[in-house]
């Protein structure tokens, strides 16, 4: 009969076989390590828009330790289809109180990768709640200081919803960061059409040039834009 450590050993095996891991080095050396699924839907992994906007927030417009400022430090953040988590994580590490959210399915994996990578957080918090896009925004409010998204104009069905979260959950002072990768096949072009006519009724969006982003982690491909309601 096993024994309680064996039965121990073998539920952690059990539980470690359902991830691998990505390590992003952040700029003070430390390091994230966020727990993938090898087995799910595009929000198991940490895709590369992800790390794109993740370092963008660790550069010096945002974060810069030797000059006594940080942006971060205290700011309420709400991350939008966080999937690993990895975005909200970097901003908690940088002190701000965050909130990740995404669907119901994904919130082990949030749980897991907060507790994976908590003893990087001092002054900072994080925590994970569900939000599936269009419903009822409440247990957010007020409205956050930053909403973070990165890769959520993917699927052409979640396009209005998305939107009709933004619309809800940011204020006039609520900066929005997007972060997505320009996809050419198939349908892409079409949803992100779709996704910039929907919000431009109601925001304005600048793009960010690559000098702005961090110098190894950027890409042609992915995009940054600063989003803020119309007055």
Same mark, same amino acid.
């Given at each position: 009969?096993? +024994?309680? &450590?064996?039965?121990? /050993?073998?539920?952690?095996?059990i539980e470690a076989s359902?991830?691998?891991?990505?390590?992003?080095?952040?700029?003070? #050396?430390?390091?994230?390590?966020?727990?993938?699924?090898?087995?799910?839907?595009?929000?198991?992994?940490?895709?590369?828009?992800? !790390?794109?906007?993740?370092?963008?927030?660790?550069?010096?417009?945002?974060? @810069?330790?030797?000059?006594?400022? /940080?942006?971060?430090?205290?700011? +309420?953040?709400?991350?939008?289809?966080?999937?690993?988590?990895?975005?909200?994580?970097?901003?908690?590490?940088? #002190?701000?109180?965050?909130?990740?959210?995404?669907? %119901?399915?994904?919130?082990?994996?949030?749980?897991? /990768?907060?507790?994976?990578?908590?003893?990087? !957080?001092?002054?900072?918090?994080?925590?994970?709640?569900?939000?599936?896009?269009?419903?009822?925004?409440?247990?957010?409010?007020?409205?956050?200081?930053?909403?973070?998204?990165?890769?959520? !104009?993917?699927?052409?069905?979640?396009? #209005?919803?998305?939107?009709? +979260?933004?619309?809800?959950?940011? #204020?006039?002072?609520?900066?929005?960061?997007?972060?997505?990768?320009?996809?050419?096949?198939?349908? /892409?072009? %079409?949803? %992100?059409?779709?996704?910039?006519?929907?919000?431009?009724? @109601?925001? &304005?969006?600048?793009?960010?040039?690559?000098?702005?982003?961090?110098? %190894?982690?950027?890409?042609?491909?992915?995009?940054?834009?600063?989003?803020?309601?119309?007055?």
């Amino acid at each position: 009969m096993p +024994t309680v &450590s064996t039965l121990a /050993n073998m539920a952690a095996e059990i539980e470690a076989s359902k991830y691998f891991v990505r390590e992003i080095e952040k700029n003070d #050396g430390c390091v994230l390590r966020m727990k993938q699924c090898y087995i799910g839907d595009v929000g198991c992994v940490v895709w590369d828009a992800a !790390i794109v906007l993740s370092k963008y927030l660790e550069t010096k417009q945002f974060y @810069n330790p030797s000059a006594g400022a /940080n942006v971060w430090c205290g700011r +309420t953040v709400v991350e939008l289809g966080a999937g690993t988590g990895v975005v909200g994580l970097m901003a908690a590490t940088l #002190g701000a109180q965050v909130m990740v959210t995404d669907l %119901e399915d994904l919130q082990s994996l949030l749980d897991a /990768n907060i507790q994976e990578n908590k003893s990087l !957080i001092k002054s900072g918090s994080i925590s994970a709640k569900v939000l599936k896009w269009g419903e009822d925004v409440s247990e957010l409010l007020p409205p956050p200081h930053y909403i973070l998204m990165a890769d959520c !104009i993917y699927y052409e069905q979640s396009i #209005g919803p998305l939107v009709e +979260t933004l619309k809800q959950l940011s #204020g006039p002072e609520t900066s929005i960061i997007c972060c997505y990768e320009q996809r050419t096949e198939g349908i /892409n072009p %079409e949803v %992100e059409g779709k996704f910039f006519e929907l919000l431009q009724q @109601n925001f &304005s969006c600048e793009k960010i040039p690559s000098d702005k982003q961090d110098p %190894e982690f950027s890409c042609p491909d992915i995009h940054i834009l600063h989003i803020r309601r119309k007055d």
